[in-house]
């Protein structure tokens, strides 16, 4: 119990380094932490057709490793949602 409490906090520490939720920035549109690039553009970039790599050089105030972190977190959350089979 007390390793998936701690699993938890960890991942709930690393949302937090990832994305910021703040009404004075962007209007509380969720961004990449330190910047004003909201999260939904990397996914915009994604499902376009284009690469990580491209949307770091267009979003330089992100880095690889939050880019990395949103997407494996978003993932995980997903993959919570989804039924498992009896």
């Known amino acids: 119990m007390l390793v998936k409490t701690a699993l938890c906090y960890l991942t709930a520490m690393k949302a937090k380094a990832v994305v910021v939720i703040d009404p004075e920035i962007m209007s509380g549109t ?10 939904r553009s990397l996914l915009d970039y994604l499902e376009a057709g ?34 498992q089979a009896a």
Not at 30 to 39: E, H, M, N, W
Not at 58 to 71: E, G, K, M, N, Y
Request: proline share 9%; hydrophobic share 45%; net charge negative.
């Open 30 to 39: 969720p961004c990449f932490a330190g910047t004003r690039v909201p999260v």
């Open 50 to 83: 284009d690469s990580l790599d491209e949307f770091l050089e267009q979003f330089p105030t992100v880095s690889r490793d939050q880019a990395i972190a949103f997407l494996e977190l978003s993932a995980d959350a997903m993959l919570k949602n989804i039924p």
